[in-house]
Antibody
Framework: EVQLVESGGGLVKPGGSLRLSCAAS????????MNWVRQAPGKGLEWVSS????????YYADSVKGRFTISRDNAKNSLYLQMNSLRAEDTAVYYC?????????????WGQGTLVTVSS | DIQMTQSPSSLSASVGDRVTITCQAS??????LNWYQQKPGKAPKLLIY???NLETGVPSRFSGSGSGTDFTFTISSLQPEDIATYYC?????????FGGGTKVEIK
């Protein structure tokens, strides 16, 4: 059974940093591109970032480019999102999701999400 | 960026009704479109990929159609467990933007 478990969310002040982690199991992690998608409270879904299986291709939404860094460790079956210079508008539930195919092609399995709140 | 216009933003229907949601892309995206279901407090779930392919395990009352710029998602007979918000998503180009969502309620 495919499982994705996010961790690392919490309350952080504007300008602060946070690192999200996603532990994957139940599939060959190193064969799949992975994504981060977020959802602000009461709002719709927003794609944040994608990384290919070997980390060769990395993409970001314009809203986070230069502030967020996606990475993965295939030996540890883990996906990460380093978030710096956080803003109030980054407040959201962050989902780790497996890409259907190549990076940016949509998501077939999702984690339960981790809440990031940016507030003073 | 390719914009996705989803409508309606909400609807109310009776159990057993046929429900239709539309999604329009701002440019031709071929069949590079997914549909997701999100129940309150839960993560989204993939229902339809490549515009019309049913994800494994998804009930056959869900279907999708369309290509180019105009797409349709249909629930042939609405069930109480279908109460959720539904999103389309294009993946022809990055960023893979989602539509604004359609909240489906029972009348």
């Amino acid at each position: 059974e495919v499982q994705l478990v996010e961790s690392g969310g919490g309350l952080v002040k504007p300008g602060g940093s946070l690192r999200l982690s996603c532990a994957a199991s139940g599939f060959t992690f190193s064969s799949y591109s992975m994504n981060w998608v977020r959802q602000a409270p009461g709002k719709g879904l927003e794609w944040v970032s994608s990384i290919s299986s070997s980390s060769s291709y990395i993409y970001y939404a314009d809203s986070v480019k230069g502030r967020f860094t996606i990475s993965r460790d295939n030996a540890k079956n883990s996906l990460y999102l380093q978030m710096n210079s956080l803003r109030a508008e980054d407040t959201a539930v962050y989902y780790c999701a497996r890409a259907i195919a190549a990076a940016g092609t949509g998501e077939d399995y999702w984690g339960q999400g981790t809440l990031v709140t940016v507030s003073s | 960026d390719i914009q996705m216009t989803q409508s309606p933003s909400s609807l109310s229907a009776s159990v057993g009704d046929r429900v239709t949601i539309t999604c329009q892309a701002s440019q031709d995206i071929s069949n590079y479109l997914n549909w997701y279901q999100q129940k309150p407090g839960k993560a989204p779930k993939l229902l339809i990929y490549d515009a019309s392919n049913l994800e494994t395990g998804v009930p056959s009352r869900f279907s999708g159609s369309g290509s180019g710029t105009d797409f349709t998602f249909t629930i042939s007979s609405l069930q109480p467990e279908d109460i959720a918000t539904y999103y389309c998503q294009q993946y022809d180009n990055l960023p893979p933007l989602f539509g604004g969502g359609t909240k489906v309620e029972i009348k």
